[in-house]
């Protein structure tokens, strides 16, 4: 069972994430911010972490950046999952390291389908 990180600075979003996701067979753990998801994700080596970018005190481009320069960080599924959805929103995120960019709200059935491809994307390279 795949381990999954939701981190959105909105309680409830996090919540209702993690509920959805464990229904369709994901091990989840949740963090309202990106510090926390951070330094969890050294210790429980998550296969995939949807992260908002619009969060305090670390938004999630930088979330991003420090998780892919962390040792394993190549390996995990990054998924913006976020409100932000311009062009130059969907550019950072891809030169942040992010695999997929979703706009909120997400329809479950993509979110689903993007977050397994990126998950096995990401278990097919070497580490």
């Known amino acids: 069972?795949?381990?999954?990180?939701?981190?959105?600075?909105?309680?409830?979003?996090?919540?209702m994430?993690?509920?959805?996701?464990?229904?369709?067979?994901?091990a989840v753990s949740g963090f309202n911010d990106g510090p926390s998801a951070l330094a969890?994700?050294?210790?429980?080596?998550p296969a995939a972490i949807l992260l908002d970018i619009g969060m305090?005190?670390?938004?999630?481009y930088e979330v991003c950046r420090r998780l892919r320069a962390q040792p394993g960080g190549?390996?995990?599924a990054m998924l913006a999952l976020t409100g932000y959805?311009?062009?130059g929103d969907i550019a950072a995120a891809k030169a942040a390291g992010f695999d997929a960019h979703l706009l909120?709200?997400?329809?479950l059935d993509e979110m689903l389908r993007v977050l397994a491809n990126c998950i096995t994307k990401r278990?097919?390279?070497?580490?």
């Open 56 to 60: 305090p005190p670390m938004d999630g």
């Open 104 to 107: 909120k709200p997400v329809n």
């Open 40 to 45: 969890a994700a050294q210790a429980q080596h």
């Open 1 to 15: 069972m795949d381990l999954v990180f939701v981190v959105d600075d909105q309680a409830d979003f996090v919540f």
């Open 123 to 127: 278990q097919g390279e070497p580490i």
């Open 85 to 87: 959805g311009r062009a």
């Open 74 to 76: 190549e390996s995990i």
């Open 17 to 26: 994430t993690r509920l959805l996701l464990q229904r369709s067979g994901y």
